[in-house]
């Protein structure tokens, strides 16, 4: 399971390569996989209002809470990813070929653990945004205005944020 210091490298990293991009089309092999897992875009019916709200929309910054990748788009809408215990979020080209998604150049993303890719954000620049979870327990949500805090009121305090000691 990714600790918070993975969680907080990727989102940086994500912010200074998504930032200010688009989502131009959203694609996921998740939905109805298991009745007990489905929550989030795992079902159908979300996933369809899921992909309705963000497609178009253009994505002003990454942030983190807990450990979770927070996707802040225009308006009041944030993406959620959770990564759970096997996934992790990678950044390239990739390409849809013979039923399932590949990175179009050689090097890291070829990684044999990279393989398991569920969910696929086509970006206004050409690349994508893929989450691969080898054991599909990763969550996506989409949070709508005050719905984000409400997700997190629980949590801790942040150790990153200037007032912790």
């Known amino acids: 399971m990714p600790e918070l210091p993975e969680v907080e490298t ?3 990293i994500l912010d200074e390569k998504i930032k200010n991009l688009f989502i131009k089309d959203v694609w996921t092999d998740y939905l109805g996989k298991s009745a007990k897992y489905s929550m989030g875009i795992k079902d159908p019916k979300y ?6 709200k963000i497609l178009g929309k253009k994505i ?6 807990a450990k979770n990748v927070l996707i802040k788009l225009v308006g009041d809408a944030t993406i959620l990813i959770h990564m759970k215990m096997t996934g992790h979020l990678l950044y390239g080209n990739y390409i849809f070929e013979k039923g399932k998604w590949i990175p179009k150049k050689e090097g890291a993303l070829k990684d044999p653990y990279n393989r398991f890719v569920h969910l696929v954000f ?3 620049n050409g ?3 893929v989450l691969s979870d080898a054991r599909k327990f990763a969550k996506v949500l989409l949070l709508i205005g ?3 805090e409400e997700e997190f009121c629980e949590t801790g305090p942040e150790p990153l944020e200037i007032g912790f000691s």
Do not use: A, H, P, Q
């Open 47 to 52: 996933f369809s209002n899921f992909k309705k």
């Open 10 to 12: 990727t989102r940086r």
């Open 122 to 124: 086509s970006l206004s």
């Open 60 to 65: 002003v910054g990454v942030e983190r809470r």
């Open 146 to 148: 005050d719905k984000c």
């Open 127 to 129: 690349n994508k945004l």
